[in-house]
């Protein structure tokens, strides 16, 4: 009796460590073909981007002036502005798809805005996890082709710097508005009139913007010249003015490490029947007077 016994044990198990063999032999193989490329492992920290060291300057625009914003490059020659950013993450319905001719990492798309086509040249560098970098230039000439030539050269130089582990960062000192979060600030109960009932604070991909229904806040780098009518608000200097649907406030502080430029916060209150008048600018101004005595002087 025994050893028929010990004959099936032995069988059954060498049918066992067969069953395992073939279970073993058939497992599928691991791929390592390449990843694709994200934007934040391309560009880390979105909210410390020095979106500057992106643009090869002296290539793509020799002689150009470059201003990092927190939240973009704007590169400056005679008529000609280029920006390098923002970061977005909504869809856009003017963005089409186009045939950029240069290398491109896995899981990423180079894209075309239609917008303002007659005097911008529009690229949208869109990552494999759906955010993109907008990049444009514009300028006061009729010659697309040039802009646009200029605009294939500055998403070359993006891609250069974000595959060769290139991408800067900024350093914002004791006091800077790089170092606020605009959402806390939105995030107030004296402005639930202001932003409408039950609208909660969104801050945007940078961490330097945010929207509150009717009421957003950006904290940048001035690039513009101010314009706007003079008032107090806040405890602060600031000015006021309307742009289209928008009544826009802002105020302004020395940048440090930028001599000569200015760190911005603008707010703005949208009129969402129509065009900005009065009362939008009223509610503007109850807006200003909460936000902006919060900010930290330098």
Same mark, same amino acid.
């Given at each position: 009796m025994?050893?028929?016994?010990?004959?099936?044990?032995?069988? $059954?198990a060498?049918a066992? *460590?067969?069953?395992?063999?073939?279970?073993?032999?058939?497992?599928?193989? #691991?791929?390592?073909?390449?990843?694709?490329?994200?934007?934040?492992?391309?560009?880390?920290?979105?909210?410390t981007?020095?979106?500057?060291?992106l643009?090869?300057?002296?290539?793509?625009?020799?002689?150009?002036?470059?201003?990092?914003t927190f939240? !973009?490059?704007?590169?400056?020659?005679?008529?000609r502005t280029?920006?390098?950013?923002?970061?977005a993450?909504?869809?856009?319905? !003017?963005?089409k798809?186009?045939?950029?001719?240069?290398?491109?990492?896995?899981g990423?798309?180079?894209?075309?805005s $239609?917008?303002n086509?007659?005097?911008?040249?529009t690229?949208? =560098? #869109?990552?494999?996890?759906?955010n993109? *970098?907008?990049l444009?230039?514009?300028?006061?000439?009729?010659?697309?082709?040039?802009?646009?030539g200029?605009a294939?050269?500055?998403?070359?130089?993006?891609?250069?710097?974000?595959?060769? !582990?290139?991408?800067?960062?900024? =350093?914002?000192?004791?006091?800077?508005?790089?170092?606020?979060?605009?959402?806390a600030?939105?995030?107030d109960?004296?402005?639930?009139?202001?932003?409408g009932?039950?609208?909660?604070?969104? #801050?945007? *991909?940078?961490g330097?913007?945010?929207i509150?229904?009717k009421?957003?806040?950006? *904290?940048?780098?001035?690039?513009?010249?101010?314009s706007?009518?003079?008032?107090?608000?806040?405890g602060?200097?600031a000015?006021?003015?309307?742009?289209g649907?928008?009544?826009?406030v802002?105020?302004?502080?020395?940048?440090?490490?930028?001599?000569?430029?200015?760190?911005?916060?603008?707010?703005s209150?949208?009129?969402?029947?129509?065009?900005?008048?009065?009362?939008?600018?009223?509610?503007?101004?109850?807006?200003? !007077?909460?936000i902006?005595?919060?900010?930290?002087?330098?």
């Amino acid at each position: 009796m025994y050893p028929r016994l010990n004959s099936l044990v032995v069988a $059954m198990a060498c049918a066992l *460590l067969a069953a395992g063999c073939a279970k073993a032999q058939t497992a599928p193989e #691991t791929s390592s073909g390449p990843t694709p490329l994200t934007a934040a492992a391309a560009l880390g920290d979105f909210s410390t981007v020095d979106y500057c060291s992106l643009l090869d300057v002296p290539s793509v625009a020799p002689g150009a002036v470059a201003t990092p914003t927190f939240e !973009n490059c704007r590169a400056d020659i005679g008529p000609r502005t280029i920006l390098v950013g923002p970061l977005a993450f909504d869809s856009d319905p !003017n963005i089409k798809p186009y045939a950029y001719l240069g290398p491109v990492p896995d899981g990423v798309a180079i894209q075309q805005s $239609m917008f303002n086509d007659r005097s911008a040249c529009t690229r949208a =560098i #869109t990552f494999a996890d759906g955010n993109r *970098l907008d990049l444009s230039v514009t300028d006061t000439g009729n010659d697309q082709a040039a802009r646009c030539g200029v605009a294939d050269a500055a998403v070359g130089s993006v891609l250069t710097a974000v595959t060769a !582990n290139k991408v800067g960062r900024l =350093i914002f000192p004791d006091r800077s508005w790089g170092l606020v979060a605009p959402c806390a600030l939105l995030d107030d109960h004296a402005l639930d009139d202001v932003a409408g009932a039950g609208a909660r604070p969104a #801050t945007g *991909l940078s961490g330097h913007s945010c929207i509150r229904g009717k009421v957003s806040l950006k *904290l940048t780098v001035e690039t513009d010249a101010p314009s706007g009518t003079p008032e107090t608000l806040g405890g602060r200097a600031a000015r006021i003015r309307v742009a289209g649907a928008f009544c826009l406030v802002d105020t302004t502080q020395p940048a440090a490490g930028l001599p000569g430029h200015r760190e911005l916060a603008e707010l703005s209150v949208v009129e969402t029947a129509g065009t900005a008048g009065d009362g939008t600018c009223a509610l503007a101004r109850t807006a200003a !007077n909460v936000i902006l005595a919060r900010l930290p002087k330098a």
